[in-house]
């Protein structure tokens, strides 16, 4: 069989694995929704039993329901979950990205102490491996600083080990989205990370975010943004988030190769478009054409690293 027959034949399979996968995603939702509405039920079927019992007693001492003198105190620790969860609440009803520590100034690293495993495989193009792509990687359980600033057009360059990778990313309609990427990668988050994964069943290479056994927890996650996505869909060369639905994503992205992508969220767009390529699909396409590792194919036989991040303010 041809490379370009087995590309194909490997990437419809993929494509009826991520379908299951979605069929089975959308099976649970409903489970929940339906286990959701059976407790629901119970709780009101309690409440009226509750109601009943003391509308029909004895009379109560209108002093036995009068609360003691003064605020009750909460420990720190209770004083310090509330204020957490009341932080939440009022970061998700305003888009923003949910942090994990609200006591925690935003843009603070904190040393997560994991670093990638050793990976002998060779790298794409005859580059070298840089020197720090076993460095470990920080967290930011306070969520990223705020960098954007008001009228600035920012473009993102991504040197990699087979040519550069240039992105407009889309201040505008995914704010949030594009202040967490430029943040992290003015960090130096982003330096020495590869293109882990082929999703070959929705024609996505994914990077940002460790390999395929283990993943980068940032410490926050982002909201959906999704204006864009009604707007365009996805076309190939879209930048996107990659979760599965809003406060799931992290450092991680998705580029699209493929018209699968688009197809594959044509009814269900739960993935933020931040950005663009403007150009360097040539390097993407050198590295989805390369020789896969193991059963599922997603692991790339060569490593395509980002070497460098760079921001660019036009």
Do not use: H
């Not at 600035?152 to 087979?162: F, G, K, L, Q, W």
């Amino acid at each position: 069989m041809s490379s370009s027959k087995q590309r194909k034949a490997r990437q419809k399979a993929e494509r009826e694995q991520w379908e299951r996968e979605q069929a089975r995603l959308a099976e649970g939702r409903r489970r929940r929704r339906l286990l959701l509405g059976a407790l629901a039920t119970v709780v009101a079927a309690s409440v009226i039993a509750v109601v009943v019992a003391l509308t029909t007693g004895d009379s109560p001492d209108p002093s036995a329901d009068e609360p003691p003198a003064g605020d009750v105190e909460l420990d720190p620790e209770e004083a310090a979950g509330e204020a957490q969860a009341a932080a939440a609440n009022e970061a998700r009803a305003a888009g923003d990205v949910l942090a994990e520590d609200y006591t925690v100034e935003p843009g603070t690293p904190v040393d997560s102490g994991a670093k990638p495993p050793r990976d002998d495989r060779p790298v794409a193009c005859g580059a070298k491996t840089p020197a720090n792509a076993r460095a470990t990687r920080p967290r930011y359980p306070g969520g990223p600083a705020d960098v954007l600033r008001d009228g600035v057009d920012y473009v993102a360059r991504i040197e990699t080990s087979c040519g550069p990778i240039t992105i407009d990313l889309l201040e505008k309609d995914a704010p949030v989205a594009v202040n967490s990427f430029v943040f992290l990668a003015g960090e130096g988050f982003y330096d020495g990370l590869d293109f882990f994964r082929d999703f070959g069943g929705i024609a996505a290479a994914q990077a940002g975010s460790g390999d395929n056994t283990v993943r980068w927890d940032i410490g926050y996650t982002l909201p959906d943004e999704l204006d864009a996505a009604e707007r365009e869909g996805y076309p190939i060369g879209t930048v996107t988030t990659a979760g599965e639905g809003a406060y799931t994503a992290g450092s991680d992205f998705y580029i699209a190769y493929g018209k699968e992508f688009a197809a594959g969220f044509e009814t269900n767009r739960i993935q933020t478009t931040f950005g663009r390529v403007l150009s360097g699909m040539d390097v993407i396409n050198t590295v989805t054409a390369m020789d896969r590792l193991g059963m599922g194919g997603e692991v790339y036989a060569e490593r395509l690293f980002m070497e460098s991040v760079t921001i660019q303010e036009r």
